[in-house]
């Protein structure tokens, strides 16, 4: 029988590589459609190299830093790296680094993203403690397309979980991590086979939806007030 083609995917990276972490174990699958053929970090001290060095995956490190404001000769370095490992997508995942327009714009449809909010809510940093301020009752994680404006791409999947009343930004982003360890996986194997893909500025997915992780857990309905006679 053929063998399904694995798509080459990089995952760039700039610190612990948790969602690093469950691309890896989901690619062990050998019908998962993208093996990770690059550990790319712009920080040689990011804790999620070892988690690629522990699986035998290819690393490089391209440190951001001796470049200062040349972000095209950065760019120009990781993108050497990316072609001499023949990749095909690339996954962005806690990859602290703004890239620029010509680089997004050549790897338009073929770069995604994890981010720690339900977009278009809450783009950039601090998500979980501005979800707690804003007092939400749904907050989440959202895989989408690179554009070049930051945290703005077409939406490919999201995943939402319930505030609950005692939450602090440890317990929201625990849960909220949770589902993207479940999230990114999915969402990128939905684009390494094709079943998602950007198509006229819009993300166009073919997977179905998970209604569980649709769904918020609502708490029991309070009992209704009694009236006084
Ligand atoms: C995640 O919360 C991700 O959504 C955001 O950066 C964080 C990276 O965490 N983009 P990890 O390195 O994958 O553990």
């Given at each position: 029988m053929a063998r399904r083609v694995r798509r080459r995917v990089a995952v760039l990276i700039s610190g612990r590589g948790?969602?690093?972490?469950?691309?890896?174990?989901?690619?062990q699958d050998p019908d998962y459609p993208a093996e990770i053929a690059l550990v790319l970090s712009n920080r040689a001290e990011a804790a999620g190299l070892e988690?690629?060095?522990?699986?035998?995956?290819?690393?490089?490190?391209?440190?951001?830093?001796?470049?200062?404001?040349?972000?095209?000769?950065?760019?120009?370095?990781?993108?050497?790296?990316?072609?001499?490992?023949?990749?095909?997508?690339?996954?962005?995942?806690?990859?602290m680094r703004v890239?620029?327009?010509?680089?997004?714009?050549?790897?338009?449809?073929?770069?995604?993203?994890?981010?720690?909010?339900?977009?278009?809510?809450?783009?950039?940093?601090?998500?979980?403690?501005?979800?707690?301020?804003?007092?939400?009752?749904?907050?989440?994680?959202?895989v989408h397309f690179v554009t070049p404006g930051v945290d703005e791409g077409p939406i490919i999947a999201q995943a939402a979980i319930g505030v609950r009343a005692d939450d602090d930004?440890?317990?929201?982003?625990?849960?909220?991590?949770?589902?993207?360890?479940?999230l990114y996986p999915a969402a990128l194997a939905w684009v390494a086979a094709g079943a998602a893909r950007l198509e006229g500025g819009r993300a166009v997915v073919d997977a179905p939806a998970t209604e569980e992780s649709l769904r918020s857990p609502l708490p029991a309905s309070p009992p209704l007030p009694t009236?006084?006679?």
């Open positions: 948790s969602n690093l972490g469950a691309l890896i174990g989901a690619a988690r690629a060095r522990a699986a035998g995956i290819p690393t490089a490190v391209v440190e951001s830093r001796p470049f200062g404001r040349d972000r095209a000769g950065f760019e120009a370095a990781v993108q050497a790296a990316l072609d001499a490992h023949g990749v095909e997508i690339v996954a962005l995942a806690g990859f890239l620029t327009e010509g680089f997004v714009t050549r790897w338009a449809g073929r770069m995604i993203n994890i981010h720690p909010s339900l977009l278009p809510v809450f783009p950039g940093l601090d998500t979980h403690v501005r979800a707690l301020a804003a007092g939400v009752r749904l907050h989440g994680c959202t930004e440890a317990s929201l982003a625990a849960r909220v991590l949770a589902q993207e360890h479940l009236r006084k006679a």
